[in-house]
């Protein structure tokens, strides 16, 4: 790999001096101050980071995180590979990850979605992967069209490699302006945000999987890869088993994009799937903390999609605790709640706590699932039976749980 740039090496070096210190005081991992620091000194330091490597950025709504691990986990197998395992998905956080690995020939990129544009046109990543688009908490239909119709520019005219989910119509649109597609059926669980197409605004004719408007020739693209239940097929016809241990349909989907993008490395499917079986859980989802016999598995659910792939995880059996909380990074406005639903949870042990338990509580009332109200999560947990249970938390929900039980077993 050649040498940085002089200043570029002193923006990299402080940079990562900033983050060790950030974390020796405490103050979390240190990804986003180091980035900001490193591009503080050198605003033109990502370009210089990304140079020389082969670099996949990973965006969607949901499961960008995972997709990423997934990603970095099957590229190992050839090499060291740059990686913002933290989920810092903006370019401070991508500086941080490309210094802390200078000489890593590979680079797999969690990227915010709004900030995809500008992160492909620095880095002029050789890859990106687009899985879904849906509402967040704070979005509604026409902002995520507005996303889509970025990447459609950010894509036009670049040769990158995109693989895309072309079960969702909105990522279709907004890949097909990409020079070179390869199309993966991922599934789409969540399609409240796409019965119209982006193209035209016509009504799109759904069948199964496919999908194409009545309007205008906008349609499903024909896959090269395919999530058929716990298998994938690949562009050959050979179908693999996934058994990964990740749980969930949505984590067989983002699998199946992982594989996709491993082949667009060269990485062929054989030695890319022994790698996914060995991601267990990724930044604390689908672990399980431990308080007297109680053994609590955490699903994060951020949005209506998440919530949905939440609940397809859950296990029926099992009594389940929810816990909202509405604080900057959940977005303040909790009407999402009314977005989902929640009816599948009837018939089971229902306990919700969260700072906003009581817009949960209200939600689930109209729904007719019966619940209880706790006041925090350890009377949640404190009220359950010795043995499992699952908890789904929204952001910060999720993080206080985490570091209030410490250590996850
Ligand atoms: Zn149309």
Known sequence: MTQLPLRAQLASALGRSAATLSRMTGRGDGSVIGGRVGLMLEPDLLRQLAR??????????????TTTRLITSALLEMGEVATNAFGANMPAGHVSALSQ???APYGVLEVDEKYLPEVLDTTGAGVVCLMNLSRDQMDRAAEIWLLAQKWRRAL???PTHVIANCDDPLVTWGASTAAK???????????????CCPECGGPLDRKDRHWACRECTFHRPEPQWILD?????????????LDIQLPGAANRSNAAMALAVAEAFGLPVERALPRLREVTSVAGRYTTVERDG?????????NPAGWLEAFDVADPALPIILSVNAQGPDGRDTSWLWDVDYRILRGRPVFVTGER?????LRLDVADVPFALAETFSEALAAQPPGRVDVIANYTAFQQIRSEFGRAV
Do not use: F, M, Y
């Open 229 to 241: 239940d716990d298998a994938v097929i690949d562009p050959r016809g050979q179908r693999w088993v």
């Open 156 to 158: 036009s005219g670049k």
């Open 181 to 195: 597609v390869t199309w993966v059926s991922g599934g789409q669980r969540w399609k409240e945000d796409s019965w």
């Open 357 to 361: 338990r009581l817009d949960l509580a």
């Open 101 to 103: 690995h200078k000489d």
């Open 52 to 65: 020389d490597r082969r670099l996949a950025l990973i965006s969607a709504t949901n499961g960008k995180t």
């Open 294 to 302: 109680r053994h609590a598995r955490l699903l994060l659910a951020k």
